[in-house]
Nanobody, 122 residues
């Protein structure tokens, strides 16, 4: 069983910054890619940023240059630093990660956090 828990969401004015954190816990061997997604009201969930276990990153065009994803492998935590926020960034932000597990044999599982609300006021 693996779990992800986000923190750091809240209300911020346009132009402001927030940093989201997501900590992984449970029974796993290692963590592969970790990612942030978001879902705005009435819209589909979309990928925001992803980081591999080796630190390679990729971003949605809409957040390039404004958001930075990073991870601390020692703490099993992924971060999303968000700057120059706009009302269009308002959404529930979800953490996602792929885990290597062992339960008699090696396997993989993907988990989602419950989400954290980010609201940007104009």
């Amino acid at each position: 069983q693996v779990q992800l828990m986000e923190s750091g969401g809240g209300l911020v004015q346009a132009g402001g910054s927030l940093r989201l954190s997501c900590a992984a816990s449970g029974n796993f061997v290692s963590i592969n890619a970790m990612a942030w997604y978001r879902q705005a009201p009435g819209k589909q969930r979309e990928s925001v940023a992803v980081i591999t276990s080796g630190g390679i990153t990729n971003y949605a065009d809409s957040v390039k240059g404004r958001f930075t994803i990073s991870r601390d492998n020692a703490k099993n935590t992924v971060y999303l630093q968000m700057t120059s926020l706009t009302p269009e960034d308002t959404a529930v932000y979800y953490c996602n990660a792929n885990f290597r597990t062992y339960s008699g044999s090696y396997g993989y599982t993907t988990s989602w956090g419950p989400g954290t609300q980010v609201t940007v006021s104009s």
